[in-house]
Structure formats: C-alpha cells, structure tokens
C-alpha cells in the first residue's frame, strides 16, 4: 500500500498537483484539494440545476397529477417523499461506510472530510423519514409510532448518524475524531441488512419492500414512474448538498492552515 | 382541508423547508469561506480565484 500524502494535503499545499505513483494513485490524485475544487467547482452547477429541474417534474406530479390510492386515497403522496428519504438514509449510510474504509486503509483525507460533512445530511433525512413516516402511519395505522423491526431499527440507524455527527467533532485532534467515527460507521454498518430485511425476518406492522425488482414491480406505474423522479430528484439534491458541504470544509482547512502560518511568521519576527 | 391532506402539506413542507434549510446553510458557509480565501490565500489576490 503507498503511504498516503500529509493530511496536510488538503490545508496547506493547494498548488502541489502531483499524485503518488503505484497502487492508490488513481485515489490521492483527488486528494489534492485544488484540484478536488477546480473538479467539483464545474460539477456543482450541473448537480444543483439537475437536481431542481427533477425535482420541479417529480413534486407536482406527485403532489397533484398522480391519482389517490383506491385504499389510501391522498396520503399515499406521502409516500413520494417516504420512500426518497428512507432509500437515502440507507444508500447514504452505506456511502458513510465505504468512504470510512478508504479514510482508514489509505488514509484519503478528502474521505475524512467527506464523511465528517455527510454525516449531518445523513441525519437529516432519517429524521425526515421517520417523520414523514408517522405523518403518514397515523392516518393509515391509527398510531404515530409502533415498536415494530423496521420502524425501531431505523430509529437505531437515526442514532448512528447522529453518533458519528457528535464523535468527529468531539476530539481536539480532527484525525482521532475521524478515525473514532469510520470506526463507528463501520460497525454501524451491521444496522443496514437489519432494516432491509426486519420486514422479512419479523412480523412487522411496517408494510414488505414494494419494489424489489424494477421489471416486476408492485406498484402501479402511475404510482412508480413519480416516486422514481422524486427518488432521483432527491438524490441529486443530496449529493448536491454535500459536496458542497465538503468543499466548504476544504476552503475552510485551507484558511486554518494560512491563519497558522501567519501566526508562525508573527512569531519568528518577534 | 381534510386530515389526509393537512398530513400531506405537513409531510411535504418538512421535506423541502429541510432541503432548503440544508442548502442556505451550505450555500452560506460556502461563501463565507470563499471571502475568508480571497483575503488570506496569496494565490487568490494575485488574481487566481477560488474555484
């Protein structure tokens, strides 16, 4: 395995463009964080712009165009923004996992920083899918909330985001902070198979996965082709937001480590 | 306004004044470092701009 750059790659040395050579090349040439700006700097526009323009096809058509459920009538529009939030919850988590490893294995600083700003994000949509998702139970179910698989076993996920959030910046020194928290994402990662199969493995009162396979579905495709655009509307909107969160905190290692510099030179003068 | 409803208009803002609240945040603190960057960073005043 290479070494890795000095975590002070993505603070103090913007300019130096130069990769490490061999195995995990291809993964430190974006470590370089002038380059990661200049990269994602052209990316975010078109992200931001897909994002809203999915968006401005999905909610009206969800909202107003597609028909009421035979059985739940209006609420089942809930379920266009349920279900987004559920699948990035998940699918975000599991981000939150992959780029712990490449933070701990090749101690990619760019993946530290990343996770550290997914982190609220992630937090964010579970708590909106667990709101969305009683906003929609009590209608349907007659109860805000139940102790069932699911429902509890994505109130655990909730609480890891959260954990992670609270542990990255909990430590003086950000790299233990960094390391503690993959370290939680990974273990934490057990959770997802959990809340994807609890509707199989236990009787729950949270209905079975609705959409396993794409080519045979059961939902109607006036019900599926909304939630897709939604789903993918979503997604941008999320990917948008914390790449955006993550190049701010570049700029911001950035300006500590000339505001460090500045006070060194300070110090050697006097 | 039926229950139905009033649960999905509450649903609905929840989602998108989430988002929203997400996104001027970030576009906030995104901006703040850029002007922070343009006074400190060498580069930038010698007329590179922050990416």
């Known amino acids: 395995m290479d070494t890795a750059p000095p975590n002070t790659a993505a603070a103090a040395a913007p300019g130096r463009d130069r990769a490490p050579a061999g195995r995990g090349a291809s993964l430190h040439r974006f470590a370089n964080p002038g380059r990661f700006l200049r990269l994602t700097g052209r990316i975010q526009p078109w992200l931001v712009g897909s994002a809203l323009l999915v968006l401005a096809i999905g909610l009206p058509w969800a909202l107003v165009f597609s028909p009421p459920d035979w059985q739940q009538g209006e609420t089942v529009r809930i379920l266009y923004i349920h279900v987004p939030m559920a699948w990035l919850a998940m699918g975000g988590y599991a981000g939150l996992a992959i780029g712990s490893a490449i933070a701990l294995v090749w101690r990619h600083p760019l993946a530290d920083l ?13 708590a909106l899918c667990l709101a969305t998702g009683s906003l ?3 209608p349907m179910w007659g109860t805000w909330w139940v102790w069932d698989a699911r429902l509890t076993s994505v109130l655990v996920l909730f609480f890891l985001w959260l954990g992670h959030a609270a542990l ?20 934490g990662a057990v959770n997802l198979p959990i809340v994807k199969y609890s509707v199989d493995w236990w009787n729950t009162l949270h209905q079975p996965a609705s959409l396993t396979r794409l080519n045979a579905p059961a939902l109607h495709v006036d019900i599926l ?4 655009v939604c789903a993918l509307g979503f997604t941008l909107a999320f990917a948008a937001v914390v790449l955006a969160r993550t190049r701010a905190a570049v700029m911001e290692r950035r300006i500590r480590a000339l505001q460090m510099a500045a006070a060194r030179r300070a110090d050697t003068r006097e | 306004m039926t229950v139905h409803w009033a649960h999905v208009t509450a649903s609905y803002a929840l989602v ?36």
């Open chain 1, 168 to 187: 990255v910046r909990a430590f003086d020194d950000p790299e233990r902070g960094a390391r503690m928290g993959a370290i939680l994402a990974l273990i």
């Open chain 1, 225 to 228: 082709y909304p939630l897709l």
């Open chain 2, 16 to 51: 998108l004044g989430g988002f929203l609240a997400l996104g001027l945040g970030t576009a906030l603190r995104h901006a703040a470092a850029k002007r922070k960057l343009l006074v400190l960073d060498p580069r930038t005043r010698r007329g590179k701009s922050v990416p």
């Open chain 1, 136 to 138: 929609w139970g009590k």
């Open chain 1, 114 to 126: 990343a996770c550290r700003e997914l982190s609220p994000v992630g937090a964010m949509v579970t």
